[in-house]
Structure formats: structure tokens, C-alpha cells
């Protein structure tokens, strides 16, 4: 005669190591937090440090390719321990940041028909995910058919997430693929932590088709920084990736004369003693 000893239990399987189940009780919430704690602390892996160049830019691990706000992260996690530790920072709020992005671009003779004034503007939108607005002429010159009022050209300002998103495609995608780039000038900072780019073609963005472009047109990207020098303003774009050229290394504000123009000698007085 066989004894009944109550329902048997059922092993549950899934993710986590099977454990003994009664049919007629559910784990409570306790017991279930225990087990994927225990399932995470065992699967964990072991966290590598930062990949980076000889250079010592920080580079972005394979994992985080498809992170959509990657550069951000890499900023706060890598390269603002590397920036306190580099420059002895006290507070956490000196470390310079990237605070915004102007991106300008002339229009020249698309201000005259609406459909390359319309083709321009969706092409910058595509490029900066950011409808632009349109600059307009302050006054008018007639040398140049020009009106007060007319729009002569459209920027766009870039903050936040949408900052960082144009920064890391311009960083890893722009500016390797512009025709013979050997890199950026390090002496295009302004004296004030500001970095300026000019670029000659858009289509170098794999937003704009190479086929569908008329006539090549470039644009003015200026990154704003909150750094207090040239050199921090430097170094923090650099440690994110920004490619500047070898052989550039001093930051400061090349100091150029001024020639002078056939206007300031008279001719009239070359002949005098």
C-alpha cells in the first residue's frame, strides 16, 4: 500500500537555478528579489578599464557602439575622473563641459528660389535632427542685391542629448570621412574655451545621399565649452574623441601681423626724399 505523502513539488525552470515549488503556494516577493540577486551576482562579469589610444583619448568599447547616447556616457563615467585627476579640480562643477553647438550655414543664391531655400534647410535638419531658423540681413547693400530683411543664411543651436548625439556622429563619422582630412587645427580656439570647425562639404554625414546633392555646400560648426582656458577646452574635446592634428601641441591663439595693404603707402609720395 502506498503511503501519500502530499503533492509533490515541481521544479521551476527558467533563467535562474531551478527551485522546489508547492502547486498551491507562489513565492512571495522577497524570496524572488533573493534569486535575482543571486542569479545577477553570479553571472556578473568582470569589468575591464577603459580602452585607450596612446594617445590617451578614450575610446569607445565595441558594448556601447549601439548605446544611443554613448558619447554622453563616456563622458560622465571616463572622461570627467580623468579631467579631475589631470587638472586637481576641488569641485565636481569646474570640470568643463560641452554647453552648446552652433551649426551655421550660408545659403548664397538658394535665398532666391524657395525650393533650394526649402532642399537646404531639410538637409541641415537631416544632419543636425534640429530644424534651423533662418538669419536674415540687417541692412542693405546693393553691391551685393542685397535687402534688409532678406535671409542670407540659417543656423541651428544644439543642447543636451541632441548636442552630444551631433558631436559623436561629427567626431566618428564627419570628419574621418572628409576628403584627405589629416586632422583638426588645435589653434582654432578663440582664447576662451570656444573651438570652431569649417567644413567644405555636407555630404561627408551619411544622412545626405551623395546623388541627391546639387551644389556642394559646407557649414561652420562651433563647439561652446565652459573650460576657462584653451589648453582645458584642449584637452577635454580631445580626450572625447576629437581628431587634432600631430604635431599641433601648443593651444594658444597664434598672434599674426598684419600686412599692409597698397592703400596705406601713397604713390604720389614714393618719389620724395
Do not use: W
Not at 538637409?123 to 542685397?146: E, H, N, Y
Not at 541651428?156 to 567626431?171: K, Y
Request: aromatic letters at 6%; proline letters at 7%.
Amino acid at each position: 500500500m502506498a503511503l501519500l505523502c502530499g503533492p509533490p513539488t515541481l521544479p521551476v525552470q527558467g533563467r535562474f537555478a531551478a527551485f522546489p515549488v508547492h502547486p498551491n503556494r507562489i513565492p512571495s516577493v522577497n524570496q524572488r528579489l533573493s534569486l535575482v540577486i543571486k542569479a545577477a551576482s553570479s553571472s556578473a562579469a568582470t569589468v575591464s578599464p577603459p580602452p585607450m589610444s596612446s594617445s590617451g583619448i578614450v575610446l569607445v568599447d565595441r558594448s556601447e557602439a549601439e548605446k544611443v547616447h554613448r558619447l554622453k556616457t563616456t563622458y560622465l563615467e571616463k572622461v570627467v575622473p580623468l579631467l579631475v585627476q589631470e587638472f586637481s579640480y576641488k569641485n565636481i562643477h569646474e570640470v568643463p563641459k560641452v554647453e552648446k553647438i552652433v551649426v551655421n550655414c550660408g545659403i548664397g543664391e538658394a535665398a532666391q528660389n524657395a525650393k533650394g531655400l526649402d532642399s537646404v534647410v531639410k538637409d541641415l535638419t537631416l544632419i543636425t535632427g534640429q530644424r534651423p531658423v533662418k538669419t536674415r540681413a540687417r541692412q542693405s547693400i546693393a553691391a551685393f542685391k542685397l535687402r534688409e530683411g532678406s535671409p542670407v543664411g540659417i543656423a541651428v543651436t544644439l543642447r543636451g542629448n541632441m548636442m552630444f548625439s551631433f558631436l559623436d556622429r561629427l567626431i566618428n563619422l564627419g570628419l574621418p570621412r572628409t576628403r584627405d582630412f589629416q586632422g583638426v587645427n588645435p589653434n582654432s580656439f578663440d582664447g576662451h574655451g570656444n573651438y570652431s570647425i569649417g567644413m567644405r562639404e555636407q555630404s561627408v554625414f551619411p544622412e545626405i545621399r551623395y546623388d541627391a546633392l546639387g551644389k556642394p555646400r559646407g557649414m561652420d560648426v562651433c563647439i561652446t565649452t565652459t573650460a576657462k582656458t584653451d589648453n582645458e577646452a584642449h584637452r577635454l574635446l580631445a580626450l572625447m574623441g576629437m581628431p587634432f592634428k600631430e604635431g599641433g601641441g601648443s593651444t594658444t591663439v597664434v598672434v599674426r601681423k598684419k600686412k599692409l595693404k597698397a592703400a596705406h603707402f601713397d604713390s604720389k609720395s614714393r618719389g620724395r626724399r
